[in-house]
């Protein structure tokens, strides 16, 4: 059924894409949001039961609807996986942007390049040049494939339902939302948040950097991801995008100029300096990756049909 589910999903999108920052990401965020509102008190156990109450309650609560439309019907259960898979993973979230910048660049532009890449990352592209974005432009793809993708996938087959989708997506957005509070506010509040996640994302990072390392340059890719992600701020990301970047033999990281600052980055990678073409060859790692995930999963299935 897991497999059947991801099918659908994948075709579903590709005929109806979603418009993933209105119908999921602002609802789920304004649900982090309330929750924060109501029992930030700037405690780390102020956090923990808020955390509780945002994800695992509503977690518990698809559970619940999941088993009582399974016993009803399978095929209702089924539904409900491809309902909230649908809404919580997916290519089209950056896909789209992805796209019109690698145009953008091809053709020479520079400033349609940089608007793109602001509009889809929320970030200052003042002054970045072709390179710059291109190193950006395939990290962020690279990390939304892992966050939105194979991350999703994996806790979708590790629990049972949909659970494990929704889990992931609403720990993602709450430790997102809370941590920038956190920082604006200098609290405990969202510790706890940030650590859950970090138990969470553990293993999808790492089975998402492991599919890069098979379908690309297995050599540099796990040479990369032993000896760079220390220096990422994000440690388990950096698993990702420096495991992505061995694969493809591309330099990420580095440092960003924008405007008259350089942001410090960590090098990420080996190989050559990132131009367009790289961005096709990250597509197709993505490609890659999400075959060879599909392709284990029906083995897991025919294994357990056989069992």
Request: proline share 4%; glycine share 8%.
């Amino acid at each position: 059924m897991s497999l059947l589910s991801l099918i659908a999903v994948f075709l579903l999108e590709q005929l109806q894409p979603l418009d993933y920052r209105r119908i999921v990401a602002e609802p789920l965020g304004a649900w982090a949001d309330f929750i924060e509102s109501r029992f930030n008190a700037g405690a780390y156990r102020h956090g923990v039961l808020a955390w509780c109450l945002a994800v695992l309650l509503p977690v518990a609560l698809l559970a619940v609807a999941y088993g009582l439309l399974y016993s009803l019907n399978p095929l209702l259960g089924w539904a409900l996986n491809v309902g909230v898979l649908y809404l919580t993973m997916g290519f089209r979230q950056f896909s789209h942007h992805y796209t019109e910048i690698q145009l953008a660049l091809r053709l020479g532009d520079l400033e349609r390049a940089r608007q793109l890449l602001a509009e889809w990352q929320g970030i200052s592209t003042y002054g970045l040049g072709s390179e710059d974005i291109t190193r950006l432009s395939i990290e962020g793809a690279l990390a939304a494939s892992h966050r939105h993708v194979f991350a999703v996938v994996l806790w979708f087959v590790l629990l049972p339902g949909p659970c494990g989708a929704l889990l992931y997506r609403l720990s993602a957005i709450v430790r997102d939302r809370w941590n920038a509070k956190n920082m604006a506010e200098q609290t405990n509040f969202s510790a706890f948040s940030r650590l859950v996640f970090g138990m969470i994302d553990w293993l999808p990072s790492r089975t998402t950097a492991a599919a890069f390392a098979i379908v690309g340059d297995f050599e540099d890719a796990v040479y990369c991801w032993r000896t760079q992600p220390a220096q990422w701020p994000d440690r388990d990301l950096g698993i990702v995008l420096a495991a992505g970047a061995g694969a493809l033999g591309v330099q990420l990281g580095r440092p960003v100029a924008d405007g008259v600052e350089v942001s410090d980055r960590a090098e990420l990678g080996l190989g050559d300096p990132a131009d367009v073409d790289f961005m096709q060859s990250a597509v197709g790692l993505v490609w890659r990756a999400t075959v060879l995930w599909m392709l284990l999963l029906f083995l897991l299935g025919l294994a357990t049909l056989v069992g």
